[in-house]
């Protein structure tokens, strides 16, 4: 009965740390957090320190939130249970951060017919340690528990920070600022020829893409871990499916944005 009273006190402390990095309403808590909800002198932790434990509690307990194996287990529910707040709390909780930041990227670096920036009342700011924490706890979660359980799970986070970095792709073939022998935007690519000064790739772009590209980088160091993430999309889709593995994806939309970013 201990057992499962830690259990069950571990579990809703992990739900209620996912929740406050989710930035749900204090009053939606439900585990050892809600207290702080209607105590005055109680704080609710920030959410980047949310995100930072999250990924702390996931690196260093891998055997906890593995998937559960055999039925006969007596840690069967456990495991289960732990799994499950793995697949149905954590992952999508980093796959909507990273896409919250993408679309406020996208927000923040729209531009009017003139090429000028929007007013700064449309400007959408996003939150840098937010959006570096939870590339890092992408990567654990893709490092960790990449195999076939978390196969699906896995390419979206994978897909979701290729984002970036073909936004900043974009950004480069639309400055026109480059020579690859390859005309993007129906002009010639020659500063000179053009006669028109390139606009200014963002900043945000870049930084975004770069830690992208530092994330995919760490995970590409792991070759077991790739063809883990080759057979998994296999298994998903099908051999045959005819759709590009994502470890393809990844080669063809690095090396288009170095082609055009060096």
């Known amino acids: 009965h201990l057992e499962e009273l830690t259990a069950s006190a571990a579990s809703a402390f992990f739900t209620d740390i996912c929740a406050i990095a989710e930035n749900q309403s204090p009053q939606q808590l439900t ?6 909800a209607s105590e005055k ?9 949310c995100f930072e434990l999250l990924d702390m509690i996931l690196s260093t307990h891998p055997f906890l939130f593995a998937p559960p194996t055999s039925p ?3 840690y069967f529910v456990v495991n289960e ?3 499950n707040l793995l697949r149905y709390k954590a992952c999508p909780l980093v796959t909507m951060t990273l896409l919250s930041e993408y679309h406020l ?4 670096n729209s531009m009017n017919d003139t090429g000028s920036p929007r007013s700064n009342k449309h400007h959408a700011v996003g ?3 937010i959006l ?14 990449g195999g076939r359980e978390l196969g699906g799970e896995c390419h979206i986070l994978l897909s979701t920070m290729l984002r970036f970095i073909s936004s900043a792709t974009d950004a480069f073939k639309s400055n026109g600022s480059y020579d690859d022998g390859f005309s993007y935007n129906g002009e010639s690519n020659s500063i000179n020829d053009s006669g028109i000064k390139p606009k200014t790739i963002p900043n945000n772009l870049l930084w975004r893409a770069a830690l992208a590209l530092e994330t995919l980088h760490s995970l590409a160091m792991d070759s077991a871990l790739l063809r883990d993430l080759h057979t998994s999309m296999d298994s998903l889709l099908g051999e045959g499916s005819g759709e590009s593995s994502i470890v393809a994806s990844i080669v063809s939309m690095v090396s288009d ?3 055009v970013a060096a």
């Not at 585990?31 to 702080?36: N, S």
């Not at 002198?41 to 320190?49: E, K, Y």
């Not at 570096?132 to 528990?145: A, D, G, H």
């Open 31 to 36: 585990g050892p957090f809600a207290a702080c």
């Open 41 to 49: 002198n109680l704080a609710i932790p920030p959410r980047s320190f």
């Open 72 to 74: 006969s287990s007596p």
């Open 81 to 83: 249970n732990f799994f």
């Open 105 to 108: 990227d996208s927000a923040e």
């Open 127 to 129: 939150d840098f340690p």
């Open 132 to 145: 570096v924490r939870s590339m890092k706890l992408s990567s654990t979660i893709i490092k960790t528990y």
């Open 257 to 259: 944005f170095f082609r």
